[in-house]
């Protein structure tokens, strides 16, 4: 028999501290629309996905009504994009962008990620036109979700693509000067990017995918702040110990609907994402989290070291939850969603060098940051350089979704509203590295031994 | 199939007999009760078999979610699976 306690703490995490599962993310390879007629590839595109998802977001709502636990995002991803383009390489990509524009649409969905490029080791076929064509297609259409992987541990660093990434990034905001600047905000650019990403914007069906799979992404940062608010007098061990609880029990309500999903819709099930990822709303913050954990505020010393013992503790509660775990599986750290962070780089607590230090233990990266409009490409290239090289090394996964917040400068505000939330724009070192990004070629791949 | 029917909210006359009168009406089955009420405020948890039910998990759940409001209280109606799966290793 269940017992009352337990029933009681679940209903407080659904009412009051914000549990939910995040996102079911349905995974769809477009391998068998590529066309050399880009019309009839689109034509396929489109058809695939309406056929695949079509009772995608009426299955997800009705799970949510059974189990009574709020279901916020039903999202697709698909193959890159940019391996559909090498087949019509005289057309611009941007008409693939379109086409999943209007089948996400279609089906319902909010967003549909997957307009991305692989080019750690080098530009193939279709790579470079779908690069290029990135702040256009990003600034026509409203749901489409673009990155682009530069670099691997076991590739090294793409440095042609990094100093091509700092001007599609620039471009991509220019084009949506007057939307602020949100097409920045749907383009990340990857180290050690994970194909089976439930999360957007970073969100591609690799192509080691099965045709059709269902991830799941969790969430639950409201729940473990207020868990670690009950362990008033604790040591940092038994912190560690009532975080692993917590994630343990919000990733099983994630694999319980993961399964569901996947019965209901005859796909298979792929992965849960064990992922803290906040959103603006009050009582749902990372940052909160950490600083019940015993800082004053977030960015200030001790930071890293409590993200580090969340990150691992999420994971340690998460994996013995769930049959498959994968995705980015950890804390995010997006600024301008998540209200604690608001607040520390509205103070200055937060600076951009000290977030650079935490996405060196946290699960992605350098996430959701507005930067002053007139940083200059190069110096955007050198903060993705940095950054991949943390995961290149670490062999984990890093990535840069800056917003240069054109016309703006640091201390203004960019709001996006919704869950992408808004805040503060945030100091950048003007250095140039102009002269390091131009000289392209590749960063050799990290010893995997020797390790100090 | 069983569910759970939790009541919570300030306590007043009949809101057991409430959710009780819809469940019988719908052939839902009141398998176990437990309620408290402390300082004012009521607690019930309700174990139900819905398998001989005349309509849909999500029509019970809007009618008891509304008859909550009625009465001002929150009524959830959840799926047994969920707190099995999040409580038992």
Redesign the interface.
Known sequence: MINSHDILETINMIDNENLDVRTITMGISLLDCIDEDIDKACAKVYDKICRYAKDLVKTGESISKDYGIPIIHKRIAVTPIAMLAAACPTKSPVKFAETLDRAAAEVGVNFVGGYSALVHKGFAPGDYALIESIPQALASTERVCSSVNIGTTKAGINMDAVAKMGRVILKSAELTADRECIGAAKLVVFCNAPEDNPFMAGAFHGPGEPDCVINVGVSGPGVVRAAVAKAQGCNITEIADIIKKTAFKITRAGMLVAGEASKRLSVPFGIVDLSLAPTPAIGDSVAHILEEMGLEECGGYGTTACLALLNDAVKKGGVMASSHVGGLSGAFIPVTEDAGMIDAARSKTLTLTKLEAMTAVCSVGLDMIAIPGDTPADVISGIIADEAAIGMVNSKTTAVRLIPAIGKKAGEELNFGGLLGGGPIMDVNMKSPSKFISRGGRIPAPMQSLKN | MNA?I?V?GKDNVGILAAVSGECAKVGVNIV?V?QSVLQGMF?M?M?VDISSSTIP??EL?DMLTEKGEEKGV?I????????????K?
């Open positions: 759970v939790t919570l176990e437990t607690a948890i174990f998990f999500s759940v929150k959830h109606v959840m799926h047994e699976d969920i707190f099995n799966a999040m409580h290793v």
